[in-house]
């Protein structure tokens, strides 16, 4: 949050059927292979594991059948998990599990974007906002007996912002910006100076925290699984010790990470064979509720096998793939006013109806053009004949919410998405306006003997691929013509960053879930590709957009008022629609669709629903399950 | 030149195949565009200087000569090094022990399918050839050569799962319960004396496991089932139409120990390339199958090594499939001397 220029927190958004993001595309959700995955802030790598096609899917899992059928555990299903280490874990299939075995100061209650105490009892902050003062639960243990103290989260926050096997230090030293010291790396870098970081013990129950600047979204940033408590000195007296000669983990280490991981979770570990199972077990000492003995998942990469394990009834969550999907079998009942829909789909193939439900995510994806390159009416044309809402249905078969905001509904300023979006979207709400395509672009001095071309250039996804195709077709009327060009995703940011694109495609998912993380990607000064640090690549600026002067306003605006307080919000909140109409006039971004999650389930399971955060994040120990029929 | 020294020389000759074959696969995986950072920090920070420091601790950023000279001679000496993406820290040893014993499962019941029902239909089809027997069992090894793993896999799983509505019989609950995917539980095979000591419990395991791998088996096996039918018939007609063959007859052999010890050794010569040929099975062949039947064995392994960029681990698993094959050939070469003394002889 502080430094906003920090190439180490982009995260872009790789739609490609074979990604999490595809699945997201895919509208899918509910997890397995990154379904909901794309919920997650801290999903990055889920952009590139994983199985092929969109498939969409869900947590499903093995119900019986050999593996004891012990009826008080949830089966589910997972992708393929890497590791157990909640500083090391990159991807939603291990922090699908991590959630379930570890705790954090503050938790994102079954998944919403709203933060609420989990391991702190409360906290209290300074007047400037920068020391946060948490006092911690009684009573704590960990699953080896031990009794949760602050000096727990002084190590365990020291292994985050310092440990080798940390993959995830710039969220405590740079999102966050927890006071602490850089040294040389000896290779002319700057790294992390072993033990500054601004975090102490004041007593056995009590943790400070100091801060470099007052930043809104800390208590939501330490919701985040790295941020998680484990015993001190668990893997090692210092971060330094996990990691063994040669550049290898200890054996310590491997151990915790694979085999005996230890937190204060509703569940303990109890297997995780690689590419087969994993499995937690309730722990008695636990100092909440647990309603159910434990979770099972089978891992299951193939998005049809997962299909016909959840048919099967082996799982209590069932995945439904994009190729068996059928829009017409869902009934809405209800819709809530975070636009989650509730309702059921079925029969399924098996003969049986299951529960449904879908709530938008975090994450958007836009087409943006490159300002310097790609002119007004033309990128106004691309608003004008872009139907959002049709494109979500026959692309995705509705398994998406239509974009017209950068930021995503569940963090919207005042929840004003919708409205805001039917009354002033300036291109159409839900229309496909080629006449005013065509009208701008003549005005501009094209026609049909004077064409104007453009390059679209998208990474390998077929679902962007289709929306380009739809989109090239219906441009044609407007004198526009447009060359799809495809580029390895690594290839497509490279160019991008050199300012050698036109018009591509990209997402971006949260990293904390407020309008900012977003904004910042159409703040003018940071889309200048000529600067190494430049976040996305539109070259916005007064010469060529009317509203970039108004944009930058706007950021300036959100920049002095990062502090936590209420006014400081609401002053963030108008600047944040202030943006959004701005990108709208110069159209930087041309916001498509965000990713939905979804989960189809069985009657025997009662389950809360899941926020914008995803069900990655949901906790199960208030999930009950019934007799399985 | 004796064949035993024909022998010793294609030993030989596979030394050099192996380290070319290893060179091209570091090649493959240094010089392409793999990025092990981009992979473990996530595509959009594959910049920056924490990329540049991981880079630097996982020894990219060192000549490329010499990274191939300690890539060759951690191959050479076995030492397969660590995981990095997949399994952070797993030593590769450790991953192929849990992966590989599902892969040789349903390897070996579907090259026994293979052989056990190919070559005996195979045989009998070239004994009574033109027959309408031998039409069915010929036109049968055609469609089996002719439908695609894939496809029958994902049909086959289909059909499985719901069988109970489709033909009436559950094979979900057919003698013993299994689920139609995942993986079998192959625990008996640490302990098989546990069936001596323990078998009400190990016995059902191993008939759960083996009727759990049968349809992935099949479908795996049945290709090279088909193959083997067809190369058996024409190696029958083939030897029972010779001279020798014809010469036996006349002095008045048996047709047991005609069909026996004329007709079956000499058939067999040209099924040994056939057969060692299917450990490929064991290997590639069984990607797509396993990945349908959800069975995370070697294949699916080394696919998601490879799609994550995890470079130790695509390496080594590469250099043992690289044994694997070499390895089978030798062997393919043995059975060749000892089968038919004809090989290795120099003619000129």
Redesign the interface.
Known sequence: MTDRNN??R???L?ATG?TAAAVAIAGCTGGNNEGEGNGTGDG??E????SGNESTTTEGG?S???SGGNSNMLQLANS?M??LDPV?A?DTASGRVIQQIFNSLMNYPNGETSVENQLAESYETSNDNKTYTFTLREGVTFHNGDELTAQDFVYSFERLAGS??S?RS?FILDSLGVTHETED?G?G???YSAGTLGVEAVDDMTIEMTLEKAFHSTLEMLAYTSFAAIPQGAVGETPADEMGSG???TQA??EF??SAPVGTGPYEFSTW????EAEVTAYSDYYGEVKNGGVHW?????S???Y??G??K?SDIVSIPSSQYDPSKISIENEDDSGRKFGTYGPM???TTANYFSTPLLLTYYVGFNMEKVEKPVRQAFAYVMNQQTMVEQVFKGRGAPAYHLTPPPVYPNGNYKQHAEESYPYGYNQSQVDQARQVMEEAGYGPDNMYEVQWTQYDSTTWEEMAKILRDQLQAAHIKMNIEKA???TL?QRG?NGNLEAYTLGWIADWPEADNFLQLINPPQTDTSQADAISYLNWSSDNGDAAQQATDAWETVSNNLAPTDSAAQARNEAYVQMEEANWEDVGFLNVYHGIGERFWYDWLDIEPYGGMGGSRQMYNNATVGDRQ | MSRWQYFLRRLLLSIPVVIFGTTITFMIIRLGPLDPAAAILGPGQASGPRAEELRRQLGLTQPLWEQYFDFMLDMVTFNLGNSWVISSGTPAYELILIYAPRTIWLGFWSVLIALFVGIPLGFYAGLNPNTFSDYTASFGGIVWRAMPNFWLAIILVSVLSQSEQLIGWDWKTWLITTPVVTPPRLGFMTEPLALITNPSESWPQLLGAIKQIAPAAIVLGSSSMGNEMRIGRTAVLETINSNYVETAKAKGVSNRTLVWKHVFRNALIPLVPIITGEAFLLIGGSVLVETVFAINGIGYLFFQAAIQGDLPLVGSLMFIFILILVGTNILQDFLYTVIDPRVGYDES
Do not use: C
């Open positions: 190439v180490s982009r995260r872009f790789q074979g990055t790598q952009t590139t594991t994983t093995d019986g059948g050999d393929t890497t590791t090391a990159t080798p096997n993959k710039y790396d290779e870098g700057q790294t550049g290898n983990p280490y491997n990470a694979t064979e690689q590419g087969t089978q891992i299951i990469e193939d049809q096998a997962l016909n394990y048919q099967n082996n193939r098996n003969g390895p995703f690594s940011l960053g």
